[in-house]
Nanobody
């Protein structure tokens, strides 16, 4: 059974930084795509960043240059480093995983389709 547990959310001012963590269990990274997605109130869920087992990464256009996804497989953890946060980044952030690593980019940009989901962590950015 795949389990994903997010942490690291919080409240920051515009321009601040946060690092989200997703501890995973129940799979090996080799073939998996792990993504971070977010959902603001009244909005559809959208992909933010994803990483494949081979280290390939993909990002949404509006976070490129500000957010970095990485992983530490020794700790079974995927991170999302978020810099220069803006009020429009306010959302609940979800970690998600799927064994279809070859569909990583499609899964991320579709915003849905990942098979496994964490419970979410709230990020609030004030002006």
């Amino acid at each position: 059974q795949v389990q994903l547990v997010e942490s690291g959310g919080g409240s920051v001012q515009s321009g601040g930084s946060l690092r989200l963590s997703c501890v995973h269990a129940g799979y090996t990274a080799d073939n998996y795509c792990v993504g971070w997605l977010r959902q603001a109130p009244g909005e559809e869920r959208e992909g933010v960043a994803a990483i494949k087992g081979d280290g390939y990464t993909t990002y949404a256009d509006d976070v490129k240059g500000r957010f970095t996804i990485s992983r530490d497989e020794a700790k079974n953890t995927v991170y999302l480093q978020m810099n220069n946060l803006q009020p429009e980044d306010t959302a609940t952030y979800y970690c998600a995983a799927d064994s279809r690593g070859d569909m990583c980019t499609l899964l991320l940009h579709a915003g849905v389709g990942f098979h496994y989901w964490g419970q979410g962590t709230q990020v609030t950015v004030s002006p």
